[in-house]
């Protein structure tokens, strides 16, 4: 993959590292995003976001050719969506961000394509993005469950995981867990994110990766939850937190963690 271009559609907090950590690897990378801003920040050598060390890695991928920005995807040879999946309504997850990008792919795309999701989704939104590809693009043949036959375009998915100020180094040392439609769709994306990652590249399917990301989600989300809930409490029984979590960290399989502000 390493001679070959990439494409990294959504260029905020994870797109934009990625699309960089690619380039300093010597890949040819097109990054996607709809806002202007941004992607003329991103062609004059700078970043639109705050990231420590990413504006020295950006700003040589531009300059030695290797990263450029755009609004409309191009053709190239493996796709990376890492695009907002936020909340509408009642906390339902709102996926029609990842369908817009799927509308907008599927004309490039060639086959021996390969296309990753990286956006935080419900289970079964891969899954989803297939037949999205599958209904514009009837002419590609796409992969499905437990069949490797006749598969134009490989889909898998890979989930970030990754602590804001500390992104350039996690992308590199992080495990990453690949979920491919099929098992050969997993080797294709293990393939990508060879070119720069140095953690292990753990293989599965689509659906398991989507619930081990909501599942990491949802373990630091309870674990923060419950070292604030402690805070809350002691200030009302007028005891010191930092000594009382400190205090129960010593049980050799307790590890609270510290309250917020």
Known sequence: MKNQTISVIGLGYIG????AMFAAQGTK????????????TINQGKIHI??????????KAVADGLLKAVTKPEPADAFLI???????????????????VSKALAPVLK???????E??????????MVEWLSDSRPDLKFP????????????????????????????????????????ECSNKAIDVYKIFVKGDLVKTNA?????????????????????????????????????????????????ILQPGC
Not at 208 to 232: C, G, H, P, Q
């Open 144 to 183: 499905h469950e437990n069949t490797d036959e006749d598969i134009d375009v490989y889909v898998a998915y890979c989930p970030e995981r990754v602590l804001p100020g500390q992104v350039i180094r996690e992308l590199v040392e992080n495990d990453r867990i690949i979920g491919g439609i099929t098992d």
């Open 16 to 19: 934009l590292p990625a699309a």
């Open 82 to 100: 890492a695009v907002p999946t936020p909340f509408k309504g009642n906390h339902e997850p709102d996926v029609s961000y990842i369908k817009a």
């Open 119 to 128: 956006s935080t989704s419900p289970v079964g939104t891969t899954e989803q």
């Open 207 to 255: 659906r398991t990766a989507e619930m081990s990301k909501l599942t990491e989600n949802a373990f630091r989300d309870v674990n923060i939850a419950f070292a604030n809930e402690l805070s809350l409490i002691s200030e009302r029984l007028n005891i010191n937190v930092w000594e009382l979590i400190a205090l129960a960290n010593r049980h050799p399989r307790v590890n």
């Open 50 to 59: 705050v990231e420590p060390g990413l504006g020295e890695i950006v700003q």
């Open 111 to 117: 086959k021996g394509d390969t296309v990753i999701l």
């Open 29 to 40: 990378v097109i990054g996607v995003d709809v806002n202007r801003h941004a992607v003329d």
